[in-house]
Every structure is written in structure tokens, then in C-alpha cells.
């Protein structure tokens, strides 16, 4: 796990500008840092099965949310990407990259809403209430290489690495702002450790059955919390 890449993710939900410095990942002041920050407002670190690291408020307990609300989803590129097509000097062009980065955030935040509300489920919505939860998504570390072929007409095909693709999240009471707990998980893909999505990231490929899989593991969640 790129730790510094996680904590800008971080900083993006809720760690102050200190943490916005530089350090080595490989450094004990990054994780010493990483752990500060998941542990903003007396969060602990739990176990929790499918989650790489995940902290949680001592205490806390989703069974009075029947709502869910989740945030416009962020997500940023692998600070290593050079999006140069192989082979060639071709660039992929600003618009192209923010085209890459909004279609994996409406991918994500659909299979979001879509296993929430599976089957009679929990209502997504947006507004706040006393039986709503918040959720914050940010997707770090999106790898994405250009084709190395020609693309044909003007239509593209990106090949996007789950390797380099990070859960950063937070559940929060949408009512009072109380944080319950911070996740933090990276997901690669189960054979060729590549995702191919076409340039509408319509793709219903290994970036899709990934962010169900996390939709999945908070679903689990407040089943369990409401004893189903």
C-alpha cells in the first residue's frame, strides 16, 4: 500500500494541512502519520474482514441508519502514471484524463447504490437525517495506460491496472457529522491484473465486480448491525 498516496487521499475526507507534507512511504513518521489520521476523533484500529485497515469509534453501531447517503465520488491517478501511449509521443489530453477519472467515479458510486439497494435494501439519498449514513469515497492510486495500437474512429480503449487502485472511505452520522469509521483497501484484479475500460468506462469488467466487492462488504455491514 503507497502510504503517502493514501494519507493525500485522507486529507481529502478529514486530516488537517500538517499532513498534506511529503514524507517517505517507506518512512516510521508516514505510518506513524497514516495512523493519526485514521484515528482523528478517538477511532480505533479494528479488524475487518475483506479491509486492509480499518478504524472504528468505540461503541458505534450502524443499526439505526436505514438510509444511505454517499458523497460525489473522488478519484486520482497514481502519482507514477505517465499517460504517454506506448510505442508513441501521443498524449492522452487533459480532457481525455478527466473523462477517465468521472467515469470511474459514476462506475464506483453506481455499484454503491446498486448493492445498497439490492433486494428491498437501504434507501440511497441525499439528504441528512437521524437514520441516514454518510459515506465518503475516494478512489487512490488509478493507474491507466494508453493503447498501444491505433485507436479506431475517435473511440478508445484505456486499460486501467486495479493494482493500483485504492479504497480511501468514511462512514459518518449525516445528521451530527460524527465520524464512525475510516477504511482503507487496495484491490487487484483476480487474473490479469489489468481492467480494460472503454472510454465511457461503461465496461462492466474487473473496475465494476472491485467497487461492488466494497459495496458488498459495507452491505454485510448493516445487515449485521439490523440482525439480518
Do not use: C
Not at 480505533?44 to 438510509?67: D, H, M, Q, T
Amino acid at each position: 500500500m503507497r502510504i503517502s498516496t493514501v494519507r493525500r487521499a485522507l486529507s481529502a475526507l478529514i486530516v488537517p494541512l500538517l499532513l498534506l507534507q511529503p514524507v517517505p512511504a517507506t518512512s516510521a513518521s508516514s505510518s506513524k502519520a497514516l495512523d493519526e489520521a485514521m484515528s482523528q476523533g478517538g477511532l480505533k484500529k479494528v479488524s475487518v474482514k475483506g479491509i486492509e485497515l480499518a478504524y472504528a469509534k468505540p461503541g458505534a453501531s450502524l443499526a439505526n441508519y436505514k438510509r444511505v447517503r454517499i458523497d460525489p465520488v473522488e478519484v486520482s491517478f497514481d502519482k507514477s502514471w505517465d499517460p504517454t501511449r506506448t510505442g508513441s509521443n501521443i498524449k492522452v489530453s487533459a480532457a481525455e484524463r478527466q473523462k477517465i477519472l468521472d467515469g470511474m467515479a459514476k462506475l464506483v458510486q453506481e455499484e454503491f447504490a446498486r448493492e445498497l439497494q439490492a433486494n428491498k435494501g437501504y434507501a440511497v439519498t441525499e439528504e441528512s437525517g437521524d437514520d441516514v449514513l454518510r459515506v465518503k469515497i475516494n478512489i487512490a492510486n488509478l493507474y491507466v495506460s494508453a493503447p498501444s495500437g491505433s485507436s479506431m474512429g475517435r473511440s478508445r480503449t484505456y486499460v486501467v491496472s486495479a493494482g493500483a487502485m485504492t479504497l480511501v472511505a468514511e462512514l459518518a452520522d449525516s445528521k451530527n457529522g460524527d465520524v464512525l469509521a475510516r477504511l482503507v483497501d487496495r484491490r487487484e484484479a483476480r487474473s490479469t491484473g489489468r481492467v480494460s475500460l472503454s472510454d465511457s468506462v461503461s465496461n462492466q469488467g474487473e473496475a465494476r465486480s472491485i467497487a461492488a466487492s466494497w459495496a458488498h462488504i459495507l452491505r454485510k455491514a448493516l445487515d449485521k448491525a439490523h440482525g439480518i
